[in-house]
């Protein structure tokens, strides 16, 4: 299985960074059998969706990616958004990073 790589510099102009990783970090598997075009990530809360994480890459189908950003203010609830090659986008709403680690999308 391919491993796709995100890294912290492109989350930072939407989080905060601080000198250590995050509980926040987490895995994101694309089981969707559809690309995955973008991937945004926002503190729950938030009028505006953060940067997309996937910059210039695209997620295919049984891809796995490690999120990894730094947080300085302790927060666990963010909201995801994911869109994808036939236009169809997924939100999920207020999920919390410090108790989950792994995000599949089926």
Same mark, same amino acid.
């Given at each position: 299985m391919r491993k796709l790589r995100i890294a912290a510099a492109l989350?930072?102009?939407a989080i905060a960074t601080a000198a250590y990783a995050a509980a926040q970090d987490?895995?994101?598997v694309n089981d969707t059998g559809r690309t995955? !075009?973008?991937?945004?990530?926002?503190?729950?809360? #938030?009028?505006? *969706?953060g940067p997309d994480l996937l =910059? #210039?890459?695209? !997620?295919e189908e049984g891809v796995t990616?490690?999120?990894?950003?730094?947080?300085?203010? =302790?927060r666990c609830l963010w909201d995801l958004r994911a869109s994808f090659e036939?236009?169809?986008? =997924?939100? *999920?709403?207020a999920i919390d990073l410090c108790e989950?680690?792994?995000i599949t999308l089926s």
């Open positions: 989350v930072a102009a987490f895995v994101i995955l !075009m973008t991937l945004n990530v926002s503190p729950t809360g #938030e009028e505006e *969706w =910059g #210039e890459q695209v !997620m990616a490690t999120v990894t950003f730094d947080v300085d203010d =302790g036939d236009g169809a986008v =997924g939100d *999920w709403r989950i680690s792994t």
